[in-house]
Structure formats: C-alpha cells, structure tokens
C-alpha cells in the first residue's frame, strides 16, 4: 500500500523559513517523479511544483518560484520542501502527492505573527 | 495559467440518481504528444483527495465503474451513474497539460 506521510508543519513568522518532509512507503520511491500540493483554508488546491526520479529537474509555479525549493533524497525515500521567505498568502495544507495520483494526509502550515 | 471552471458548484442527490460534472479549461488540454491531461479526484469530508479519473476517461484500478469520464480540448464531463453514500465529497478536475498545473474550484457532492 502506498502511503506518504508529511511531517515538519507549524507556526512560522512572515519572512520566516520552513522545511516540510514526506516519507514514502509500500513502493519504489525513486521510480517516481513527486509534487507538492497545497490548499488554501478558503479550499482552492494550488500545485506548487515537482521534481522527477533522481532530482536533476524541478519545475515550479510561478507564484512560489525561488522562495521554494522542491528536493528528495532517494536513499530514505524522503521528499522535501524548503520555504524560505513566507508570507500569510502560504498559510495552506501541504500536501505531498505521487504525480497527484497518491496524496498524503498533509500538514498544516501557518504563517503568522 | 490555464484556468479550469467547474459547473455547478453544489449537487443535492438522493442515492442512486445520476450525477455529472462540468469542466472547461480556458485552452486546449491536448498535448503535444497527443495525449490530454485532464483528471479528475475526490475529497472526502476530512480526508485528503484520491485519485479517480485519469487522461480524460480512464479509470484508476480502484475506482468503480459508475464513474466514467469523457470530453476533449477544452470541455469535459464526470459522470457517475448511479450515486452511492460514499461518492459524497468534493470533485476536482485538474490539468496536466501545461505548466503551472491548475484546478477548478470544485463540485460539492450531497446527498439528499
């Protein structure tokens, strides 16, 4: 059974930075490229990049470009997102997700003063 | 960036009444390699989304077969025919196509 559990979700200041993890089991990790998802409290669902199987190549959306940076390390089947510089408009529930077929239960992340 | 527009944005059914979703994109979805990208997930009150429809039509193993997909470059229909207590939720489409990959806003399913 797959299963993707993100972790690393908290209270974060304007300006501040944050790390999310997501641990993938129940199948090849590094056979897959990965996404990150995040949705908004009003519910939209906004796609904020990928990365492919060894993690030569990401693509973002334009909206988070260079605050974000999408990484994996295939040895602990583990995908990353470094946030640096948030904003409130980033307050969401990440969601880690393989190729937006399997998604993670989420994490939230709330960026506050 | 591709926007997805999905009609309506509520349904109230009773089980075993057919439902269907709309989705238009404001461009075509059909890929340089021929294919379309257009996909379809659920979220189920407190759940995070699963996947259902995949490339316009086709089904993930999983997924009953009283959902099907249908449509082409810029217009698309979910269907289900015959709804059932679990189908309650929230639809997305979503695109694959270009780049950023957008969703619609979402079709709340309930049930009557």
Redesign the interface.
Known sequence: EVQLVESGGSLVQPGGSLKLSCVASGYTFSNYWM?WVRQTPG?????IGEINTDGSKT?????IKDRFTISRDNAKSTLYLQMSNVKSDDTAIY?CTRT???????VMVTVSS | DVVMTQTPVSLSLAIGQPASISCKSSQSLLGTSGKTFLNWILQRPGQSPKRLIYQVSKLYSEVPDRFSGSGSETEFTLKISRVEAEDLGVYYCWQGTHFPYTFGAGTKLELK
């Open positions: 996404d519910k939209s669902l906004e796609w693509n973002y959306a334009p909206s969601y937006l077929g399997y998604w993670g239960q989420g």
